[in-house]
């Protein structure tokens, strides 16, 4: 059985503190990995597709990396507008994606 | 409009009702999801349909009957249901869900559901 588990479940940051958020995923052929963000009252926004270890994907201020038992999101120079909680999602031989719990951010002015 | 849409953004129900929750995407995909989003748990995958056939259901209970018209339109139908099912339900679209699946879903921003 897949399965995503992320850590930590919650973290707060002064602005400006850069930090990484953890992914470990247990998938049977692994098709890709996924971070999404979402907002309070909002669905998850689609950030990032990564496919096989050693690839990194940048947007702004994250970045996200993976390897083959771990993704990570990197997140540098956080600002207040970066609090959201983010979601890791893996998709495997099972056909459906096995999402991760989130790690709720909040990054304080 | 753009995107995935769902309504309503909120419905109260009683035990008793029939209610119906409606989502449309305007990407242009082939592959329809509806997932459950309880507080600290993660995003529970109910219905997958792809062009228009439901191809995955998750022991879902028969209170919850979707439907899917055409490759634009997803219904969720509801009666009576528990307190237990209280939850965020959210809408999402790909491209595909065949068996490559690493396409991304695109997701609406939910309706929040509450039972008394």
């Known amino acids: 059985e897949d399965q995503v588990t992320q850590s930590p479940e919650a973290l707060r940051l002064q602005e400006g503190e850069s930090s990484s958020l953890n992914c470990s995923y247990t998938v049977s052929g692994l098709r890709g990995l996924f971070w999404y963000r979402q907002d309070p009252g909002k669905g998850p926004e689609f950030l990032f597709t990564l496919y096989s270890a050693g690839e990194e994907k940048e947007k702004e201020r994250l970045k996200a990396t993976l390897t083959k038992k771990e993704s990570f999101l990197h997140i540098t120079a956080p600002k207040p507008e970066d609090s959201a909680t983010y979601l890791c999602?893996?998709?495997?031989?099972?056909?459906?994606?096995?999402f991760g719990s989130g790690t709720q951010l909040t990054v304080l002015p | 409009e753009t995107g995935v849409t769902q309504t309503p953004r909120h419905l109260v129900m009683g035990m008793t009702n029939k209610k119906s929750l409606k989502c449309e995407q305007h990407l242009g995909h082939n592959a329809m999801y509806w997932y459950k989003q309880s507080a600290k748990k993660p995003l529970e995958l109910m219905f997958v349909?792809?062009?228009?056939?439901?191809?995955e259901n998750n022991s879902v209970p028969s209170r919850f009957s979707p439907e899917c018209p055409n490759s634009s339109h997803l219904f969720l139908h509801l009666h009576t249901l528990q307190p237990e099912d209280s939850a965020l339900y959210l809408c999402a679209s790909s491209q595909e869900a065949g068996t490559a699946n690493n396409q991304p879903q695109h997701f609406g921003d939910g309706t929040r559901l509450s039972i008394l």
């Open positions: 999602a893996s998709s495997g031989s099972a056909r459906q994606l096995t």
């Open positions: 349909y792809s062009l228009e056939e439901r191809v």
